[in-house]
């Protein structure tokens, strides 16, 4: 590899963490709920129904947002829906701050799901479709990246605006503003976009090769490496040019697209957001005290973070494939050892050693390589929509382990529930080092020129 591809643009890499703060924001909604649950159950006496689905009907927004944002971004571009994510943060941030019942705030919720849901298929396929081939997957992680530093920061935001007042008052006006406070990172992400150019191939897609030109050269370190990037967009478009959204069900695509739902089942169901989302209850089943769990629940989201700035230095340098199938076996060593712990009822230190190191298998491999093996692996002209189904699936998957976790633990225990995310990360492994291919390394062009080879190897 010579010296100039092994240089990043700075354009590339400010418009990529431009990009990423949709991931924060992504990241601050989803984990919001969990400071001010506890003051909402007060505040519009809730039942424990309406606890789980004022939690949870987020999720649903979420897949409602992927369910139109590959359309919407094929139609109008990848930077105008991510602006248009920008706003709906804010709106919905202020919404929810100012609801004044239960019904109103939930709407409000889910309209930030589908904030969420356009910034969760947008941002990883706009920063995939911007990023030099050598650092796509490092780009690309991010996001996953931004996503748990917005986790990481609203415990901290939370807890500043909960402490040192009463309960009175939380139940009446701290809950809002924590809900509140979320239209700040929401407007810095309108103003990072603003400098940020239209995806290239979504230019060249859409006839206008000048202006791709233009951003490629911002882009590639070169308007040599320019050129050839769109020479090679503009070949791959010919190539591909009748590819149409039902043709993701030809001998060609189909094959992908049940890779690509399956990777975002198997990122889901390995039980990880389940230990995010339930940790506190996980570890209290498992013998800690009240402030042994809020401090052993504390230490997932350092291990998270942490972990996440690690693979960003993996993904381009062991692949994709390496990484996923051994994290996914990893993850399934851990958890059966943690399904163990509550069989046995092993000391809680143990326990919780075995959830953090589940928990940084998952960051190094499920978390961040699922996002960018979606956003690589489908052709230009049905990508978009592609990743819709994909994230989809993802994010309905998320509600169901959401909202079968506390049954399952409470119908067949704790070990029994693990038990079975074990079998799922243990079959994520086999599934990786079966079907999924090595993606590190290629241009987008030349993963969709594999695919067209292999279907017709496969025919023959």
Same mark, same amino acid.
């Given at each position: +590899?010579?010296?100039?591809?092994?240089?990043?643009?700075?354009?590339?890499?400010?418009?990529?963490?431009?990009?990423a703060?949709?991931?924060?924001?992504?990241?601050?909604?989803?984990?919001?709920?969990s400071?001010?649950?506890?003051?909402?159950?007060?505040?519009?006496?809730?039942?424990?129904?309406?606890? *789980?689905?004022?939690?949870?009907c987020?999720?649903?927004?979420?897949?409602l947002?992927?369910?139109?944002?590959?359309?919407?971004?094929? #139609?109008?571009?990848?930077?105008?829906?991510?602006a248009?994510?920008?706003?709906?943060?804010?709106?919905?941030?202020?919404?929810?701050?100012?609801?004044?019942?239960?019904?109103? #705030?939930?709407?409000w919720? +889910?309209?930030?799901?589908? *904030?969420?849901?356009?910034t969760?298929?947008?941002?990883?396929? @706009?920063?995939?479709? +911007?990023?030099?081939?050598?650092?796509?997957?490092? #780009?690309?992680?991010?996001?996953?990246?931004?996503?748990? $530093?917005?986790?990481?920061?609203? @415990?901290?935001?939370?807890a500043?605006?909960?402490?040192?007042?009463?309960?009175?008052? /939380?139940?009446?006006?701290?809950? !809002?503003?924590?809900?509140?406070?979320?239209?700040?990172?929401?407007?810095?992400?309108?103003?990072?976009? $603003?400098?940020?150019?239209?995806?290239?191939?979504?230019?060249?897609?859409?006839?206008?090769?000048?202006?791709?030109y233009?951003?490629?050269?911002?882009?590639? $370190?070169?308007d040599?490496?320019a050129?050839?990037?769109?020479?090679?967009?503009?070949?791959?478009?010919?190539?591909?040019?009748?590819?149409?959204?039902r043709?993701?069900?030809?001998?060609?695509?189909l094959?992908?697209?049940? $890779?690509?739902?399956?990777?975002?089942?198997?990122?889901?169901?390995?039980?990880?957001n389940?230990? +995010?989302?339930?940790?506190?209850?996980?570890?209290?089943?498992?013998?800690?005290?009240?402030?042994?769990?809020?401090?052993?629940?504390v230490?997932?989201?350092?291990? /998270?973070?942490?972990?996440?700035?690690?693979?960003?230095?993996?993904?381009?340098?062991?692949? !994709?494939?390496?990484? %996923?199938?051994?994290?996914?076996?990893a993850?399934?060593?851990?958890?059966?050892?943690?399904?163990?712990?509550?069989?046995?009822?092993?000391a809680t230190?143990?326990?919780?050693?075995?959830?953090?190191?589940?928990?940084?298998?998952?960051?190094?491999?499920?978390?961040?390589?699922?996002w960018?093996?979606?956003s690589?692996?489908?052709?230009?002209?049905?990508?978009g929509r592609?990743?819709?189904?994909?994230?989809?699936v993802?994010w309905?998957?998320?509600?169901t382990?959401?909202?079968?976790?506390?049954? %399952?633990?409470?119908?067949?225990g704790?070990g029994?529930?693990?038990?079975? @995310?074990?079998?799922?990360t243990?079959?994520?492994?086999?599934?990786?080092?079966?079907?999924?291919?090595?993606?590190?390394?290629?241009?987008l062009?030349?993963?969709?020129?594999?695919?067209?080879?292999?279907?017709?190897?496969?025919?023959?």
């Amino acid at each position: +590899m010579n010296a100039n591809k092994k240089r990043i643009s700075p354009y590339v890499i400010l418009i990529s963490c431009a990009a990423a703060l949709g991931g924060l924001l992504f990241g601050y909604d989803t984990a919001v709920i969990s400071g001010a649950v506890g003051f909402l159950q007060i505040k519009f006496t809730l039942s424990s129904a309406q606890v *789980g689905w004022v939690t949870s009907c987020i999720l649903i927004g979420c897949a409602l947002g992927v369910s139109i944002a590959g359309i919407l971004s094929d #139609l109008f571009g990848r930077k105008k829906i991510l602006a248009l994510s920008a706003v709906i943060f804010a709106l919905s941030s202020l919404g929810a701050a100012f609801a004044g019942s239960y019904m109103i #705030l939930v709407i409000w919720r +889910m309209l930030a799901g589908i *904030g969420i849901g356009l910034t969760s298929l947008i941002t990883p396929l @706009y920063i995939a479709e +911007m990023a030099p081939s050598n650092v796509r997957g490092k #780009l690309v992680s991010v996001n996953q990246l931004a996503i748990t $530093i917005g986790i990481f920061i609203v @415990y901290f935001v939370n807890a500043a605006i909960a402490s040192n007042a009463t309960q009175l008052w /939380n139940v009446s006006t701290g809950w !809002r503003w924590m809900m509140g406070v979320g239209v700040i990172p929401s407007l810095l992400f309108l103003i990072a976009l $603003i400098p940020a150019g239209e995806s290239p191939r979504w230019l060249s897609q859409h006839g206008k090769s000048e202006a791709a030109y233009k951003v490629l050269q911002k882009v590639e $370190i070169s308007d040599e490496a320019a050129e050839k990037s769109l020479e090679e967009i503009q070949m791959s478009e010919e190539v591909v040019d009748d590819t149409k959204f039902r043709d993701l069900f030809n001998k060609t695509w189909l094959p992908v697209l049940i $890779i690509g739902v399956l990777l975002a089942l198997f990122q889901q169901f390995s039980g990880s957001n389940a230990i +995010m989302y339930y940790a506190p209850e996980i570890f209290k089943g498992a013998g800690f005290g009240q402030s042994g769990a809020f401090m052993a629940t504390v230490s997932i989201g350092v291990i /998270n973070m942490v972990i996440t700035i690690v693979a960003l230095g993996l993904v381009d340098k062991i692949g !994709r494939k390496k990484l %996923l199938g051994w994290g996914s076996f990893a993850m399934s060593c851990c958890l059966l050892v943690v399904s163990i712990c509550f069989f046995v009822h092993a000391a809680t230190s143990i326990t919780l050693t075995f959830v953090l190191l589940a928990i940084a298998a998952y960051a190094v491999s499920l978390a961040p390589v699922t996002w960018i093996l979606i956003s690589e692996i489908f052709p230009l002209k049905i990508r978009g929509r592609a990743m819709s189904i994909c994230t989809a699936v993802l994010w309905l998957s998320d509600f169901t382990l959401s909202y079968t976790f506390p049954i %399952l633990t409470q119908n067949i225990g704790e070990g029994w529930t693990f038990m079975l @995310y074990v079998v799922v990360t243990a079959l994520s492994a086999i599934f990786v080092w079966k079907l999924v291919p090595e993606t590190r390394g290629k241009s987008l062009e030349e993963i969709e020129v594999y695919w067209h080879a292999k279907s017709k190897t496969h025919v023959k």
